[in-house]
Structure formats: structure tokens, C-alpha cells
């Protein structure tokens, strides 16, 4: 449903089933289906995409990717789920918090800065999505226009993935069955996320968008913390 529409809730994906199996199995299985409803989701939004913002934060992002290939095996997975889920839930009570005025939208530096580290922890977890809120919630887009930069954006991410994830030896046959088993359903919440954001409000996209990047934020940090 979050590649059909309601962005944020993607990243509760992987923490999900990282409960019942190891969080790389779950990030390997994860992966091609991810990248296979890319493609649907994209159809779907196909030119409603902005520009000017993916020249700033596509670059960025496949050089997090990078940068977390080359540092996967040294890194601790729970850490990864503290950092991403205190980016999310910070992000949130500033702007939650009530201000007089409106916040500048964040400039191409910073941009470029959050969709790095956006790049870096969906390598590792899948859950780039919140780093990448920080710069693009505040851009104020229409949501047709918010759901399409998303896609795109996750789309090459994940295919820029695949051949450091071989590299890292993270596919086997069991995995790849699996994604293979659970593909329909991502196929199915692709088209049933599609028919609920265009039967609600701009605002109310928002508010479910913020709900899910709460939900995620505290999955992420309870997993991490209770781990260590």
C-alpha cells in the first residue's frame, strides 16, 4: 500500500519480519519484491514525478547505498534501527511542535544530506524512508507529486542494490522462493493503496503519512533499543 500511495509505511516491512527471521534474510527477501513493484508503482504514477528535487536527491542516495555496501559487514543492524527511527520521531515533533510561521523548505545541501543517509539505511534495513521524510515532507507537494518522487527515487535505489547484495552473498534459493511466494500481495497493496490516497484529502494523505512515519520511527527504536 505504500508504494500504491501512503508513503512511510514501507519501512515497517523489513522490522516486521525481522521479529521471526534474521534482519538480512528479511532485507534479501525484501529486495525483489521491492524492485518488481517498483515498476507497477511507477506505471501508475508514470511523469508525475519532480524533477529538480530527484537531481538532488537521486545522486545522494545511490552514494549512501555505496557507502553502506562497503561498510555492511562492520556495521550493527540495531544501531541502524536507533539512527533511523530517532531521525523519524524527532522529525516529527518539529513538526508537530506549533509555530508561528512556516519553515523554509530545507535547501539542496541538506537535501543532498538526508538522502544520503537515506541511501545508507535502506541498504542496510530497507528503511530509507524516514531520512528522506526530513527533506521532502516539508517540500509541500501535491500528493500525486509526493508519491511519484518517492517511487522513483526508492525504485533506483533498490536496483542500484541488487548486485552489491550478491556481492555480500545475501541471496540464496530460499530467499529468492520467498519473494517469490510474496510478491501477489505486494502487487495486490500497490492497487489497493492507489484507490485509498485518491479517495482522501491532501491533508489527510499527510496525517496518515505522519501516522505511519510515527508507527515506524517507534518499531525501529523499540527493536534496536530491546536488542543491544
Known sequence: MSKGGLGGGGGVSTPVMSIAIPPTAAAAIMLPVLCVMDLAGIKAYLNKWDRRILAVI??????????????????????????VGVVALAFLAYSIYPKKFLPEKPSARAGGFWATVSGFTSFI????????????????????????????????????????YFWLGLFDLRNLATS?????????????????????????????????????????LYDGVTAL
Open 58 to 83: 537521486l545522486p545522494a542516495g545511490v552514494a549512501g547505498c555505496a557507502l553502506g555496501a562497503l561498510t555492511f559487514r562492520a556495521l550493527d543492524e540495531n544501531w541502524i534501527r536507533i539512527l
Open 125 to 164: 534495513t530497507h528503511s530509507g524512508g524516514p531520512p528522506l521524510m526530513v527533506y521532502l515532507l516539508p517540500q509541500r507537494l501535491e500528493k500525486a507529486v509526493f508519491v511519484a518522487t518517492s517511487l522513483v527515487y526508492f525504485a533506483a535505489l533498490n536496483y542500484v542494490k541488487i548486485l552489491p
Open 180 to 220: 517469490a511466494v510474496l510478491l501477489p500481495f505486494g502487487i495486490g497493496g500497490i492497487y489497493l493503496g492507489l484507490w485509498v490516497q485518491r479517495r482522501i484529502s491532501t491533508r489527510w494523505f499527510y496525517n496518515v503519512v505522519y501516522a505511519l512515519l510515527f508507527m515506524t520511527g517507534c518499531k525501529l
